[in-house]
């Protein structure tokens, strides 16, 4: 059983950074890929970035490119999420997911694998 917690989460103003962790239990890291969601109130969960099993490849959703990056340290089984340039709009519940898909998706269906989110508020 693959367990993922995230942390780093928080309040900031708009303008501000964060920078979310994912600390993941498979013994096997790097066969994971890596991705990230978020979910506001009242809105359905949706895919904010991926990043493949080596770390050379990612996708992001088109609100967050420029702004967000995601990344990941598979010597410390660790996938993090760094939030620039935050929006009030970027308010919500973000979410660590896991899959063993070898290509980059952003289903969430296709992510069996999740933590119990963290909470991000950008304050305008």
């Known amino acids: 059983q693959v367990q993922l917690v995230e942390s780093g989460g928080g309040l900031v103003q708009a303008g501000g950074s964060l920078r979310l962790s994912c600390a993941c239990s498979?013994?096997?890291?790097?066969?994971?890929?890596m991705a990230w969601f978020r979910q506001a109130p009242g809105k359905e969960r949706e895919f904010v970035a991926v990043?493949?099993?080596?770390?050379?490849?990612?996708i992001y959703t088109d609100t967050v490119k420029g702004r967000f990056t995601i990344s990941r340290d598979n010597a410390k089984n660790t996938a993090y999420l760094q939030l620039n340039s935050l929006k009030p709009e970027d308010t919500a519940v973000y979410y660590c997911?896991?899959?063993?898909?070898?290509?980059?998706?952003?289903?969430?269906?296709?992510?069996?694998?999740w933590g119990q989110g963290t909470q991000v508020t950008v304050s305008s």
């Open positions: 990043i493949s099993r080596d770390g050379a490849s990612a």
């Open positions: 498979a013994r096997t890291f790097t066969a994971y890929g």
């Open positions: 997911a896991a899959s063993l898909v070898e290509e980059l998706i952003t289903e969430r269906n296709r992510y069996p694998y």
